[in-house]
């Protein structure tokens, strides 16, 4: 079912909110926040779906590490949402941990002696 997404008019937060295409006309549209139906719509983005080929593929595609400077941590956090990015975001939690530690300027010496499991098998099968 498809998610609608607004920003309420009155206490100015953001509102999803679920219809069917058919229902979408006559539901009522109610900020859960603060119940104001003073709502206005916003685009959503949209997600395209991509075969696990098509991101495979795009991931091995060098252009995609040319930027990466591999003594900058922050560099590295970079290149590592972008693969997050183009698998679908499933990687896990671990590997988002690490992402923003990165991305933060946390050394990537620093982050391995703190998850000294990490990629390991062991640390997987948790």
Excluded: W
Aim: charged letters at 30%; a negative charge.
């Amino acid at each position: 079912m498809p998610v609608y997404e607004f920003r309420c008019q009155n206490c100015r937060k953001y509102v999803a909110l679920t219809f069917s295409y058919s229902d979408y006309d006559t539901a009522e549209k109610r900020c859960i926040h603060c119940e104001s139906d003073a709502l206005t719509r916003l685009i959503s983005r949209v997600a395209v779906a991509k075969s696990e080929e098509a991101r495979m593929a795009r991931v091995s595609d060098p252009s995609l590490f040319a930027d990466v400077n591999e003594n900058d941590p922050k560099s590295i956090g970079r290149m590592m949402r972008r693969m997050n990015d183009e698998m679908g975001g499933e990687l896990g939690a671990e590997y988002g941990q690490v992402v923003e530690r990165l991305e933060s300027g946390e050394s990537t010496a620093s982050i391995e002696s703190d998850m000294p499991t990490l990629g390991s098998e062991s640390a997987t099968l948790k």
